[in-house]
C-alpha cells in the first residue's frame, strides 16, 4: 500500500509541493505583516530552520529505506538534498542581501571573526560541488565509487549545520539539542551499518546487497 | 497566531498607534485589506494590535524626549521583546504573561540601607513624580527601539531609603514564583534573574523605575509592575517584575554574567567598539527599519554618563 504510494506518478510531484510549503507559507506569513517586528530576522531563522530540517529529511532517507525496506525511497534523495541546499541559498542569501545589505566588510568580519559564521560558511560551501554533482550524467562521469565518496561529504556538513544552530542560540539550546540527537541517530545507524559487531553480520550484508550493485559503504 | 474577536469596547488601532506612525508594513496590511484577498483577512490582522492598558494619571513630561514618528510602534514594543520567565522567543512574553497578575505587588528593601523592610507598590513610587522619558533602547543582539517609558528616577527612591556609607552598589531581583512565570520550570537561566548597577549609576539622572509605557500601566511582557531602564547599557540590564533591591557593599553578581562571563559583562555600556564575541556591535536595526544603522557610543548619551567610566578600559570592563 505504502509502496504504491510512494511509486505512483504523482509522488514526486507532492514531494515537490511539501518542500515548497514552507517558502509558500512564509510568503503568505509576509504579506499578512505576520513576520512580527523583526522581519528579517524572522526570515533569516525561518530559513535556517527549513534548510536544517531538509538536510536531515535527505539524510534520513537511507536510514528509513534500511530499517523499513523501502528501497522505493530512494527516488527522493536527490532532490531531498537540493532542496536542503536551496533553502540553504536562500538563508545565505538573505543575510547578505537583507540583513547585511551587501556590507561587504561586515559580512567579512563576520565570516572570519564570528565562528559560528564561520562554520555555516563552511557547510555552504562544502555542498556547492554535491548540488553541481547531483546529476546522473555528473555520476557517471565521476564513476560511483568515487561519487559515493564525495557525497559523503553531507555527513559533515550535516554536522556543522547544527553546530551553526547550536552556536547561535543564547541560552535556551533544547531546540538545537534535538536537531543533534536526530543526527546522531542517522549518523550513527551508518556507522553501525559500516562496522557490524561480528564478521558473519558483514559478510550477509554484503551477500544481500550485491544483487543491486552496492557494496558496503557504498549503499550509505 | 492568535486570533482575537474584536468586541465593540476594544480600542481601534488608531487610538492606539498615531497613523503617522505606520511604517511600510502596516500601510501593506492596509493595502491588503483593501483589495479583494485583503477582505477577509484584514479585520482579524487589525485585531491583533495591541490592546490598551489602564492610563496612568499625573504623568510629567521630562526633558528626554524624541520626535513622535522616531517612537517603535506600541505593539512591536508589546510583541517583540525578550523576557525568559514567559519563554525564550520574542513572541512568547506576550503570549505567555496574559495570565500574569502584578498586584498586589511587594518590593523589599535590604542592605546597607536605612529604611529597608517590605514596600507596596504604591508606597514605593506614590511619593515620586511620574515622569515620561522618550528614550532609545538597544538590546545586545543588535536591534533596537525608541519607547516612552514613564517612571521615576531610580536617584529619588534611593535617596528616599538611605543608604549606608557602606553601600556601594544596588543589587536587583525578579520575582521568583515558577506558577506565574512558567519557564522559571525550565533551566534557560539561572533563576531569579538578578541585576546590579554601582552607586554612581544607580543615582545617574537617566537611570529610571519604569512602571509604565505610552502612558499606560506596563504591560505584563514587559516587565510589570516595575523594572529598570538603564538607556546607556544593553537591554538585558534592564530588570523586569522587580521584587527585591538590596543595598551591598561588594559588586552583585548578575545573571547573563554568570552564564556567559566572556560574552556578557557586569558593565553592558552600548559600546560599538566592543564586539559581542558572537556578533558585531558597530550596527543596529531599528526595528521597523530596513537599513541598519551605526551604534553610538553609550547609545547616544555619553554627555550624561562618560564621565562615569573616565579612566576605565572599557574593552576589559565591557
Known amino acids: 500500500m505504502f509502496r504504491t504510494l510512494l511509486i505512483h506518478r504523482l509522488a514526486k510531484p507532492a514531494v515537490h509541493v511539501l518542500c515548497l510549503a514552507p517558502l509558500v507559507w512564509l510568503a503568505w506569513r509576509g504579506f499578512s505583516g505576520d513576520l512580527g517586528a523583526n522581519p528579517i530576522e524572522a526570515i533569516n531563522r525561518f530559513l535556517g530552520d527549513w534548510a536544517l530540517r531538509l538536510l536531515l529529511i535527505a539524510l534520513a532517507v537511507t536510514p528509513l529505506r534500511g530499517i523499513f525496506g523501502l528501497n522505493e525511497l530512494a527516488r527522493f534523495r536527490r532532490m531531498l538534498g537540493l532542496y536542503a541546499f536551496a533553502y540553504v541559498s536562500l538563508h545565505l542569501t538573505n543575510y547578505i542581501a537583507v540583513d547585511q545589505f551587501f556590507d561587504w566588510g561586515e559580512i567579512w568580519k563576520d565570516i572570519v571573526k564570528r565562528t559560528f559564521i564561520t562554520v555555516g560558511m563552511i557547510a555552504f560551501i562544502l555542498l556547492i560541488p554535491l548540488a553541481v554533482t547531483s546529476t546522473k550524467g555528473m555520476s557517471k562521469r565521476l564513476g560511483g565509487l568515487r561519487w559515493q565518496k564525495l557525497h559523503q561529504v553531507v555527513y559533515g556538513v550535516g554536522v556543522l549545520g547544527v553546530v551553526h544552530f547550536y552556536m547561535m542560540v543564547k541560552a535556551d539550546v533544547r531546540e538545537p539539542l534535538i536537531y543533534a540527537a536526530i543526527l546522531a541517530f542517522l549518523l550513527g545507524w551508518r556507522v553501525v551499518k559500516r562496522f557490524p559487531r561480528n564478521g558473519a553480520s558483514r559478510k550477509r550484508e554484503k551477500k544481500k546487497s550485491l544483487p543491486d550493485g552496492q557494496v558496503g559503504a557504498a549503499s550509505l | ?318
Open chain 2, 1 to 318: 497566531m492568535l486570533i482575537k474577536i474584536t468586541k465593540p469596547s476594544d480600542a481601534k488601532t488608531s487610538e492606539i498607534t498615531p497613523q503617522s506612525l505606520f511604517k511600510d508594513r502596516r500601510r501593506f496590511i492596509k493595502a491588503a485589506a483593501a483589495t479583494g484577498a485583503g477582505l477577509a483577512v484584514g479585520p482579524f490582522l487589525m485585531a491583533q494590535e495591541a490592546e490598551a492598558g489602564a492610563k496612568l494619571l499625573g504623568i510629567q513630561k521630562s526633558k528626554w524626549q524624541l520626535p513622535e514618528k522616531e517612537w517603535t510602534p506600541k505593539e512591536d514594543v508589546t510583541e517583540y521583546n525578550n523576557f525568559y520567565e514567559f519563554g525564550t522567543s520574542k513572541e512568547s512574553p506576550e503570549r505567555n504573561a496574559k495570565k500574569f497578575k502584578p498586584k498586589p505587588w511587594t518590593v523589599k528593601v535590604e542592605g546597607e540601607v536605612d529604611k529597608p523592610g517590605d514596600y507596596d507598590f504604591e508606597d514605593l513610587v506614590r511619593p515620586h513624580q511620574l515622569e515620561e522619558r522618550v528614550y532609545r533602547h538597544r538590546c545586545v543582539e543588535a536591534w533596537s527601539m525608541v519607547v516612552p517609558w514613564v517612571g521615576i528616577p531610580l536617584a529619588d527612591v534611593i535617596k528616599r531609603m538611605g543608604p549606608t556609607s557602606k553601600a556601594k552598589y544596588v543589587a536587583f531581583e525578579t520575582l521568583f514564583d515558577p506558577e506565574r512565570m512558567p519557564f522559571q520550570t525550565s533551566s534557560s537561566l539561572d533563576w531569579p534573574y538578578v541585576e546590579g548597577l554601582r552607586m554612581d549609576e544607580a543615582m545617574n539622572p537617566l537611570t529610571l523605575l519604569v512602571t509604565g509605557l505610552y502612558g499606560e500601566e506596563l504591560p505584563n511582557q514587559n516587565g510589570a509592575p516595575i523594572r529598570l531602564v538603564t538607556p546607556w547599557k544593553y537591554g538585558f540590564k534592564g530588570i523586569k517584575s522587580i521584587v527585591k533591591i538590596s543595598f551591598t557593599e561588594k559588586q552583585p553578581s548578575t545573571t547573563w554574567n554568570k552564564m556567559q562571563p566572556g560574552e556578557y559583562g557586569f558593565y553592558a555600556n552600548v559600546n560599538p567598539e566592543v564586539d559581542h564575541p558572537r556578533w558585531s556591535q558597530a550596527k543596529e536595526r531599528r526595528i521597523g527599519d530596513f537599513l541598519k544603522s551605526k551604534t553610538l557610543m553609550f547609545n547616544g548619551y555619553a554627555d550624561e554618563v562618560a564621565s562615569l567610566y573616565s579612566g576605565m578600559d572599557l574593552a576589559e570592563n565591557f
